[in-house]
């Protein structure tokens, strides 16, 4: 009811506004029209219809506005036949046929203006509406991925208990189904705290705990919590080095945590690439101002339009890869690095294969971050 009756108000208001606004373009006529009926040709002052076109473009609908600009044409051509019919010569009628085609222009593009300007806020209230809505998507997102945390880690630490046998015997066979839910529990966990670190730091940025980090100790660790999935996929990893002066060897000032994770991302994404009995090398490189880390393997390879979306949210690529992750892997990875003030990149390999890399500043420079 109360949603009705301001309607009905909102209605009344408008409607009074375009009656007084009419009212003020009729005065205007008259007062433009007395002034140039009686001012000789050479004084016209039928350019000043301009500001009752102008009012009726901007409070006005279209037609209004057409028929304004037409009232105001025909009375500057009839000021050459009246009120002195001796005013006539050709002179005049030029002059009053000029200014009846600049009114023309003016009706026209303050018409034209209106309309983009109408355009211009219909594509505003577009945008605010789907920025609301993503917002809403997010904070669903966000919210379900937190709740879901609690009942998991209950079901995990239920598990670890049953593996442990602190609820009675497990047999051999009911150990393995009792790993296999753990791990697949384990992956849910993960893949719901990498939603959550995405949406963080989308919303609040990345927070980061600096301190001097050697990448190669992280990547050693990260190559340790692979080593499964490596094994599984019977891939082998290595590390190789460029020449580098060893006192200052890859070290960057970085969060050492999430930095462990863009190494793990990428070696993980890498063993996903590969067939079996396949190689995926780190490699370590730098130069005057970075640190280079590349990970290469010998799989496949990407397709040519996958190459400008790898790092996208949700971008999972070929549906022909090893294994189908969240596509969030890569979009978190190009977070890190970028909050480190790197930058993060993929490409193919020739022959064969993937490579992804990232640069970070030197230590001795990345103290101003």
């Not at 009726?56 to 009232?71: D, E, G, K, N, Y």
């Not at 997010?138 to 919210?143: G, L, N, W």
Request: hydrophobic residues 45%; proline residues 3%.
């Amino acid at each position: 009811m109360l949603r009705r009756l301001m309607a009905i108000l909102k209605t009344r208001w408008s409607q009074e506004q375009h009656f007084h606004t009419r009212c003020l373009i009729a005065g205007l006529f008259a007062i433009i029209a007395t002034l140039d009926f009686f001012t000789p040709p050479p004084y016209a002052l039928g350019f000043l219809y301009t500001a009752p076109i102008l009012l009726a473009s901007s409070r006005l609908s279209r037609s209004v506005t057409i028929q304004v600009t037409v009232m105001a044409i025909g009375l500057t051509l009839l000021n050459v036949f009246f009120p002195k019919p001796e005013w006539l010569n050709s002179t005049t009628v030029i002059n009053r046929l000029l200014m009846a085609l600049a009114l023309v222009v003016t009706g026209w593009l303050s018409d034209r203006i209106l309309r983009h300007e109408e355009a211009i806020t219909r594509h505003k209230t577009k945008l605010q509406a789907q920025k609301q809505l993503a917002s809403a998507r997010e904070d669903f997102v966000s919210t379900l991925t937190h709740d879901l945390k609690t009942p998991l880690l209950g079901a995990i630490e239920t598990l670890k208990s049953l593996q442990q046998e602190k609820y009675g015997a497990v047999t051999a066979a009911q150990q393995k189904v009792l790993a296999a839910i753990t791990r697949s529990h384990e992956n849910s966990l993960g893949l719901i705290e990498t939603l959550l670190d995405v949406y963080r730091n989308d919303t609040e940025g990345l927070r980061l705990k600096l301190a001097p980090v050697k990448l190669v100790d992280l990547a050693e660790e990260a190559i340790a919590t692979v080593s499964g999935l490596a094994s599984k996929r019977q891939v082998n990893i290595s590390l190789s080095y460029a020449e580098l002066d060893f006192d200052r060897f890859l070290c960057v000032t970085g969060d050492a945590l999430q930095l462990l994770r863009v190494f793990t991302n990428l070696l993980t994404n890498a063993i996903n690439n590969c067939s079996r009995g396949g190689n995926v090398e780190i490699f370590f490189e730098s130069d005057a101002a970075y640190q280079v880390v590349k990970i290469l393997d010998n799989g496949r390879g990407m397709a040519p339009d996958e190459l400008p979306r790898l790092f996208e949210r949700f971008y999972q690529g070929d549906s022909d890869r090893q294994s189908m992750g969240s596509g969030l892997g890569l979009y978190l990875t190009r977070q890190i690095i970028e909050a480190h003030g790197g930058t993060v990149w993929g490409n193919n390999r020739s022959p064969g294969g993937a490579l992804f890399g990232f640069t970070l500043p030197l230590h001795h420079q990345s103290k101003q971050l």
